[in-house]
């Protein structure tokens, strides 16, 4: 399950030849897939937020879902990295199917991501992943009394239920048919914990080039 060593990639994304030769191609391989009744754009999943400040989910930025989101996830990664104009935060970010049947993705970060590792470690004596199980998000709300005024914040806590067998199996096969990722927080310089069924395409490239090194050396 972890792609760590194919996803840490050392050199800095800030503006070096080989980068901005790499990037473009990222970008135009982004086409429109149709896979059975599932859409997605490549590359540019339908983007679903955690609201932190206010403890609601939303369709970006605008549509307000609540203080829950229920999701069968897909693919993921846990990561540190620095996005978003944030800083450098540990991040989860989860793709899964709403329900329009777009490839969608949410993010999390800080003490969120903590939730997430105690809702894996269950699921991984099972023998099982989060793409086995369908989850349920909810908005906490903390509050920061060392501070005054207090400052209020929400964090996501998790629970989750057994999944239909016949779906998990449908969604299973469909993350693998195409390359799941959102290029919108896609860096050279992610530090991934553990990942599932999520393609990073600067991991591809340094793929392809140790492949065709090798193959010059045997030449």
């Given at each position: 399950?972890?792609t760590?060593?194919?996803?840490?990639?050392?050199?800095n994304?800030?503006?070096?030849?080989?980068?901005a030769?790499?990037?473009?191609?990222?970008?135009?391989?982004?086409?429109?897939?149709?896979?059975?009744?599932?859409?997605?754009?490549?590359?540019?999943?339908?983007?679903?937020?955690?609201?932190?400040?206010?403890?609601v989910?939303?369709?970006?930025?605008?549509?307000?879902?609540?203080?829950?989101?229920?999701?069968?996830?897909?693919?993921?990664?846990?990561?540190?990295?620095?996005?978003?104009?944030?800083?450098?935060?540990?991040?989860?970010?989860?793709?899964?199917?709403?329900?329009?049947?777009?490839?969608?993705?949410?993010?999390?970060?800080?003490?969120?991501?903590?939730?997430?590792?105690?809702l894996?470690?269950?699921?991984?004596?099972?023998?099982?992943?989060?793409?086995?199980?369908?989850?349920?998000?909810?908005?906490?709300?903390?509050?920061?009394?060392?501070?005054?005024?207090?400052?209020?914040?929400?964090?996501?806590?998790f629970?989750?239920?057994?999944?239909?067998?016949?779906?998990?199996?449908?969604?299973?096969?469909?993350?693998?048919?195409?390359?799941i990722?959102?290029?919108e927080?896609?860096?050279?310089?992610?530090?991934?914990?553990?990942?599932?069924?999520?393609?990073?395409?600067?991991?591809?490239?340094?793929?392809?080039a140790?492949?065709?090194?090798?193959n010059?050396?045997?030449?």
């Open positions: 399950m972890n760590q060593n194919k996803s840490q990639l050392s050199t994304q800030s503006g070096s030849a080989s980068n030769e790499q990037l473009p191609q990222v970008i135009e391989a982004n086409q429109p897939v149709m896979t059975r009744r599932y859409k997605y754009l490549e590359g540019h999943p339908r983007q679903y937020r955690f609201d932190a400040k206010e403890g989910f939303n369709i970006n930025g605008s549509e307000k879902l609540g203080r829950t989101l229920t999701f069968q996830p897909i693919a993921w990664r846990i990561f540190t990295d620095n996005i978003l104009n944030m800083g450098t935060k540990n991040w989860a970010e989860l793709f899964f199917i709403d329900e329009k049947n777009c490839v969608s993705a949410v993010l999390f970060h800080g003490y969120s991501v903590d939730n997430i590792f105690r894996i470690e269950p699921l991984y004596y099972d023998d099982q992943t989060l793409a086995d199980v369908v989850i349920t998000a909810v908005a906490e709300k903390k509050e920061n009394t060392k501070i005054q005024p207090k400052g209020v914040y929400y964090i996501a806590n629970s989750y239920k057994p999944s239909d067998p016949a779906k998990t199996a449908e969604l299973k096969r469909f993350a693998q048919e195409v390359k990722f959102r290029q927080t896609l860096t050279d310089i992610a530090n991934i914990k553990t990942a599932m069924n999520y393609y990073n395409p600067f991991a591809q490239v340094a793929d392809e140790q492949l065709l090194t090798a010059t050396v045997l030449v």
